[in-house]
């Protein structure tokens, strides 16, 4: 053998050696591995989000997958596109709803096909360990405190319907499930009317709080949200990119000092670069649609199709004072409650009905009347109709929050996610507080301590006939318990009724006895 051939064969031995030229292929690596919110709850919307890096000398070409797993069972297969070139990186994400428990969450590169021929398989994934508190444990953590969620302004401008109050029930929802004791924003204002109370006050909402044996209560506004959209626009139709940024400040007070506890900011993000979305922009300005703040009680439009949102706003020429709304059909039956607001002077309150009954039937195409009161008696009417048929642009659906259009949305992924990352930042403040306050509602009570039920009243009497009653299973109250209608004067027995529904500070109770109950009896456990 020739001096050069041997030389050529130990050169070409060399180039198939690791570090050679057969060393020049894709490696697919998790090169940073997170969740949002880091500690998170029960029922919390946790984002997993992985950033997958092609550290090889080779570009990684065709589809490539990432598998997102809890404790080893697949949660979601996500792909990252077509090729990885050497060099790159790309984020990917999936969510999960947080159970209680500690779980392992891993995200791991080229699964389940494992079509990338990779250097190092061993890097293609990336795992850490969860601790996600029971809701006993969040309930001792915060020794039991009870926190009052009020209404939350909306400074935004956005145009989305019922966004502050949208908020403040979620937010109840996401703490009742940690394990945390509520009164909602629906119960604080019942509260609040029936002792004429403002919801613009600290001091009268503290008041109304402590009534409802809430420990802290809560306010908030959003102050901002930022829109935006790069899309390929055919017609009405857009295919592109959409984000949303929400910004949500909160501060929490102690009922018993009135002092502020612990303020907060939460910020939610959303993009979505798959969305196929509608500009409404131009379709807003239908000729049948109109502003429902332009003067007395009116809806956003005369007409509606079914399934649609039925906005409806009212603006206050009186002093300032708390007003209910009813929905009822053309023959005068009964129908559905949208609640009450409190409303300034020259202020406007808006309601959104759903086109729902009170047990939650669609109801069918017809006239309806919009009832306005301040309880004692009726302000105006207006009526609507619903038609037959469906709207290829449902508008206020969209734009209400709460409703699956805005859920689907950018803004409303956004929304949810400062509602969770405010969650995760307010249970161990709350925690905090708790052992500083001076006075508590309800001390230290623990879930399965027996608990005799004490005397209570009634504090509100529902339009479809549920009586409300101040005590609730922070109480003992459980469903299908049984109270006696006390006449305060005589001391006797009035009537009876049955708890059917129960929330941590009030019950709802319906009568088991032909009789009229009034607000302010008194209530007290029926002996068997």
Known sequence: MSKRTAAGLAALFLLILPGGFASATPDLAVSNFLIDPASPYAGMAVRLEAEIENTGTDDAEGQIFVRFAIDGRRLEDVSMGSGLRSGERRVVSAVWVAEEGAHTLSAEADRPFDRVDELDEANNRSSLDVEVPFPSDVFDLTQGATIAIAAFGDLTSSGLVGLG????????????????????????????????????????????????????????????????????????????????????????????????????????????????????????????????????????????????????????????????????ASNGSFLQWLGWQFIPMG???????????????????????????????????????????????????????????????????ALNQSVDRLTADLIPALAGAASGQPEMAFGAFTEGESMSLPEAQIAAILPDGRVVINIGASSGVSRGAFF????????????????????????????????????GDLVRPSLP
């Open 347 to 413: 202020e406007c309150g808006k309601w959104v009905w759903n086109q729902r009954d009170t047990f939650g039937t669609q109801v069918p195409p017809s006239i309806y009347v919009a009832r306005i009161s301040d309880g004692t008696t009726q302000l105006g009417s207006m009526i609507f109709e619903i038609r037959p048929g469906s709207n290829l642009f449902p508008l206020a659906d969209g734009i209400t929050v709460g409703s699956a259009g805005f859920e689907a949305s950018v803004a409303g992924e």
């Open 484 to 519: 006696h209608v006390i006449d305060e004067g005589s001391g006797a027995v009035r009537g009876e009724i049955v708890v059917v529904e129960v929330r941590d500070a009030v019950s709802y109770a319906v009568r088991s006895t032909d009789f009229e109950p009034h607000i």
């Open 165 to 328: 109050t949208g908020l403040s029930d979620k937010l109840d929802d996401r703490l009742s499930i940690a394990g945390v004791r509520t009164v909602s924003r629906f119960e604080l204002e019942e509260a609040l009317r029936v002792q004429g109370l403002s919801p613009y006050s600290v001091e009268d909402l503290a008041t109304a709080a402590r009534s409802m044996g809430a420990d802290f209560v809560l306010t908030g506004d959003v102050v901002r949200i930022d829109l935006d959209e790069s899309a390929i626009s055919l017609g009405v139709l857009s295919i592109g990119t959409a984000s949303a940024e929400v910004h949500v400040v909160a501060t929490l007070f102690g009922v018993a000092n009135r002092d502020p506890a612990a303020d907060f900011a939460a910020t939610g993000f959303h993009e979505s670069t798959t969305e196929v979305t509608f500009d409404l922009t131009p379709l807003r300005s239908l000729p049948l649609g109109q502003d429902p703040c332009s003067g007395g009680l009116q809806s956003d439009r005369d007409a509606y199709y079914a399934g649609e949102s039925v906005l409806i706003g009212f603006r206050n020429p009186a002093p300032d004072a708390w007003y209910s709304l009813e929905i009822y």
